[in-house]
């Protein structure tokens, strides 16, 4: 008897994901006459990769699934005579006649191979591994092969390595194989498989990662998602039960035992096995090696790794076992893993159970090692489970307590810890520098400047000693210390308190240097996006900020101040007032009265920046000043007297305005203080003038002028001078001529406030500069519909990404609004989502489409935020800057193709400012002596705007630079004649111009 469902295909799974690169390949070694053995573990997927391979190929195919009762080498070779007479129907009867003839079984295959002859056939075994123990079978398995003729293609399947004896090597010379490795799933068939399961949701990369890509373990982790069911056996995992059946349950009670007691193992050798007292490892790992199992050796095959969810059942079976056998086999794995140098998992492993004693010491050891490398989570971690008892007395961990405390600004708790060092260490001791720095930097953080005079004189003498002293005299009203006597770096945790001082003495260059250590870096790191917020580049310190968010390091200065400043910065006044009030709490528990009184100056400049409301901001400069630090300490002092003398001028007070900011700016320029001079300099400039005194106004405003250039950008001049624009007519007004820095400075004027742009390579960009084309990670993605992209685009020149449903249909639709074209609109919006990696990004809220705008950028806006960064540089600064610029505005023409009116209005700015842009690079290029650069510019803002005077002069410029007097007149005269068509004549500076060239 024959049973037929052993002799067809499995169907394929009704949903599965194809996996042509896996196909393609078994189908072509098979079409090009090679036998296939494709072996790997149970659910790795071998049938349905065969069955893919093959479907609808040019070469029949045989099919037999072997099952246990095929080791009878009689019956196996019925089954085979009966699959291939599936195909060629003359073939039945080959097998049985030679059997009932008593021909023996090798031969009977031979003869069964003999009458195929030069048909074609692929013959697939699958579960090639239930003749493994049947050893007469796999001889007709190997007869099989050795007399198949070329025609016949050989397919097996299998779980395990097996053995096919034959005296021909022949048969075997050109094997395939197809094995773990090959069949695993990458990246993107894990994520379309978990998508079909319902875990689409899920991590793909993190569950091949979690699996090794092993396709059974991938589909489980949709299973464990939203199923699983925690219970006393580890079965009630899907996935655990999976591999007790067709896993553990295929090998016998020594190699089970073997797998249980090396789970604890991330890597099985037999040297480590010894370790752990597990008896005859060689050999079982000898045994292992010949079967396939969720596992990946090493190179060499002397090493092993388990599938991290086999390994997590492993220990979950380990750990129904006696409590004292498996904790004698987890301190020997501690012992291991300390031999072995892995001092830090052999630490979380003695806390895991219950050696404390052994624990502290170790972490004693290590935590150093930790720190430096910035894993605050796990010394936080051991710090927690080690300090209560019996670490509380260890002064190494105490430290390193201190260090995190410091590092993540929990001065409460830093304040706390060194209480703690005080007494445990007692009187009469002299305190090592760099810990008596980190001490002194909690009290001074706390206002506890006596304790802090105290430690310093009973602290020895170190580099990380006088860095703190330098920074605190430096920073304390009446310190006789100076910026300029910074000491030689610690090399240790203080070399942070530099940074400080290089913010509020504005040298922000300083701040954007990498630095020597890691843990210096990570703290280093909101000093650094201040400086970048305080040099206008808003992208890249978007950017810093999200690594920050990501690295989990959530410092007080950056949540609390640095985020707040970028968000103002950006133009998101909601948010940066909501995360103001968010983190009074925070800062409210931070033990830092510096933090505290800062925190007031902020909402104070906040009030006045988004509110313009003195009241609110006079009542929180009052309160910052009732703390000490609000009286006693420079940044503070500086930063409050900022927003008071704003708060003056909006009353009108003008007096006080003017004495304050007088004092103020002979302070900061007497102690070279550089970062809130611009801002003092232009309120100053403004007091004066209200009060009558032109050149002090005018003496203050190029003390802020200067102030900005030694800053390097221009930003915080402009936020200052868009306060009160009249000082910058003012001083346009008493230059000669059309290209001062005050010129420029006014032009910068003009642009917009708060651009904002995403990143190149985060979230999603639209080229619309050109033919449109929307790309997704790195992926080129068309929707289905055109209009999407034009939708897309015109959202990003919306405020906030926000258009109502009937300003749509005017853009897009001049003006239609029938059923039809609304229903066109809806499916623009709908294949628009279809292509964005988060269907989110774009929301209907009643007659309202919005667009998450800030995870989206464009070629158009990328221009304009250039374009607005390049006008707050310093001229000398700025040409490369606006090369850049230009560089992205020849891509082409603003969505080429569409002709939308919309579309053309949104051209026509874009050519303005691409002018504008072709100006400012023109009059650099002149500066930065590249002539022909500037004459090329030049003419071409000409060719777009004849009637630009100031092209004409740069033009000018260049014919004299280049000693070209007859050009020089004739350029001139180009000029009058462009403007005499427009009823115009050269400007007095022009004319004045020209009389300096010609001497």
């Not at 250039?709 to 624009?725: E, K, M």
């Not at 050519?911 to 930065?928: K, S, W």
Request: a negative charge; proline letters at 5%; charged letters at 25%.
């Amino acid at each position: 008897m024959i049973i037929n469902a052993k002799l067809v295909a499995p169907d394929l799974p009704r949903a599965w994901v194809r996996r042509p690169r896996l196909a393609t390949r078994i189908a072509d070694v098979v079409t090009s006459g090679h036998t296939v053995w494709v072996c790997a573990t149970a659910g790795a997927g071998k049938t349905t990769a065969v069955v893919e391979a093959l479907s609808g190929g040019p070469v029949p195919v045989a099919w037999l699934t072997l099952d246990s009762s095929d080791q009878a080498p009689g019956r196996l070779l019925n089954y085979l005579e009966a699959a291939l007479a599936r195909v060629y129907p003359d073939l039945a009867g080959v097998a049985g006649c030679a059997l009932a003839a008593r021909t023996p079984h090798i031969d009977t295959a031979g003869l069964l191979a003999d009458a195929i002859a030069d048909r074609p056939v692929v013959l697939v075994l699958d579960q090639l591994e239930r003749l493994a123990d049947a050893p007469k079978a796999l001889a007709i398995i190997a007869a099989l092969a050795r007399y198949a003729p070329r025609s016949l293609r050989l397919v097996l399947c299998s779980r395990r390595e097996l053995t096919l004896d034959t005296p021909s090597t022949a048969a075997w010379a050109d094997v395939i194989r197809v094995g773990e490795a090959d069949l695993a799933f990458t990246v993107a068939e894990a994520g379309a498989a978990l998508a079909l399961r319902g875990g689409g949701e899920l991590d793909a990369e993190g569950a091949v990662a979690a699996t090794g890509g092993w396709v059974t373990g991938v589909l489980f982790e949709a299973w464990r998602s939203d199923q699983h069911v925690h219970g006393a056996g580890g079965e009630a995992d899907p996935l655990h039960g999976y591999l007790a059946a067709h896993i553990l349950a295929d090998l016998n009670d020594v190699q089970r035992e073997f797998l249980v007691r090396t789970a604890l193992c991330d890597e099985v050798t037999v040297r480590r096995c010894e370790a752990l007292g597990v008896p005859e490892s060689g050999a079982r790992l000898g045994e292992l090696r010949r079967l396939h199992l969720p596992a990946t050796w090493s190179a060499e095959r002397k090493a092993l790794r388990w599938h991290p969810r086999l390994r997590e059942y492993l220990i979950e079976l380990l750990d129904r076992r006696p409590a004292a056998e498996v904790l004698e086999l987890r301190r020997r794995y501690a012992t291991l893993l300390r031999a072995e140098g892995r001092s830090e998992e052999a630490v979380d492993l003695l806390i895991e159970i219950g050696d404390l004693d052994d624990a502290v010491l170790l972490a004693e050891e290590t935590i150093g090692t930790v720190l430096e490398r910035l894993d605050l989570t796990l010394a936080n971690r051991w710090i927690a489970a080690l300090t209560p008892h019996p670490g509380g007395s260890s002064q190494r961990l105490a430290v390193a307590e201190l260090m995190v405390a410091v590092g993540l600004e929990h001065y409460a708790h830093g304040m706390a810890v060194s209480d703690r060092l005080v007494r445990m260490m007692g009187d009469d001791v002299r305190y090592d520098s760099d810990l008596a720095a980190m001490m002194i930097m909690c009290y001074w953080h706390a206002e506890r400047y006596d304790d802090a005079r105290a430690l310093v004189g009973a602290a020895a003498d170190g580099p990380a000693l006088r860095v703190s002293n330098w920074a605190n005299e430096v920073e304390r009203i009446g310190g006789t210390a100076g910026y300029a006597d910074e000491p030689p770096a610690s090399g240790g945790p203080l070399d942070t308190l530099p940074l400080r001082l290089h913010w509020t003495h504005g040298r922000l260059t300083r701040l954007l240097e990498p630095q020597r250590s890691p843990w210096v870096e990570a703290v280093h790191r909101p000093w650094r996006i201040s400086a970048l917020v305080a040099l206008g580049r808003l992208d890249e310190a978007s950017a810093l900020f999200d690594q920050a968010a990501d690295a989990g390091l959530s410092p007080m200065f950056l949540d609390c101040f640095t985020r707040v400043e970028l968000l103002l910065d950006l133009g998101r006044a909601s948010e940066a007032w909501g995360e103001q009030i968010a983190g009074r709490d925070r800062v409210a528990a931070s033990g830092s009265g510096f933090f505290k009184a800062l925190h007031l100056v902020q909402e104070a400049k906040l009030a006045l920046r988004l509110r313009r409301d003195p009241d609110q901001a006079r009542a929180a400069l009052d309160q910052a000043k009732r703390h000490p630090a609000g009286r006693a300490v420079q940044h503070v002092i500086d930063e409050h007297v900022v927003w008071q003398g704003l708060t003056f001028l909006l009353d009108h007070d003008d007096d006080e305005a003017a004495a304050l900011l007088r004092s103020a700016a002979h302070r900061m320029a007497g102690r070279d203080r550089l970062l809130q001079l611009p801002l003092v300099g232009v309120y100053l400039a403004e007091a004066e003038w209200r009060l009558g005194n032109e050149t002090a106004a005018d003496d203050a405003a190029d003390l802020a002028l200067r102030a900005s250039a030694r800053l390097g950008s221009h930003h915080r001049l402009l936020s200052a001078l868009r306060d009160f624009p009249d000082v910058v007519a003012r001083q346009i007004d008493a230059e000669p001529g059309l290209r001062s820095e005050w010129h420029r400075l006014g032009r910068a004027l003009l642009a917009p406030e708060h651009p904002s742009v995403v990143p190149r390579d985060r979230h999603v960009h639209l080229h619309d500069l050109g033919a449109p084309v929307l790309i997704v990670g790195e992926q080129i993605v068309r929707p289905r519909i055109a209009k999407s992209l034009e939708l897309l685009a015109y959202l990003l020149g919306r405020p906030g990404g926000r258009a109502t449903r009937p300003e749509l249909l005017t853009a897009l639709f001049d003006g239609r609004s029938d059923p039809s074209t609304r229903a066109y609109l809806r499916q623009a919006v709908n294949r628009l989502r279809e292509v964005l990696p988060d269907p989110g990004l774009v929301r209907s809220d009643g007659d309202e489409i919005r667009l998450e705008s800030r995870e989206v950028s464009s070629d158009s806006r990328q221009f304009e935020y250039l374009l607005t960064a390049a006008g707050e540089l310093p001229a000398g600064k700025q040409f490369d800057a606006l090369r850049d610029t230009l560089d992205i505005a020849e891509r082409g023409v603003f969505l080429d193709g569409v002709s939308s009116e919309w579309a053309e209005v949104r051209r026509r700015e874009l050519d303005e400012l691409v002018t504008d842009a072709r100006m400012l690079a023109a009059d650099a290029a002149a500066d930065a002596g590249d002539y022909r650069t500037a004459d090329e510019l030049a003419l071409a803002v000409l060719g777009s705007n004849p009637y630009r005077e100031a092209a004409w002069q740069v033009r000018m410029r260049v014919c004299n630079a280049l000693g070209c007097a007859d050009a020089l007149l004739t350029t001139y005269r180009g000029c009058e004649e462009a403007l005499a068509e427009a009823g115009l004549e050269p400007s007095p500076g022009t004319r004045r111009l020209l009389a300096q060239l010609r001497r």
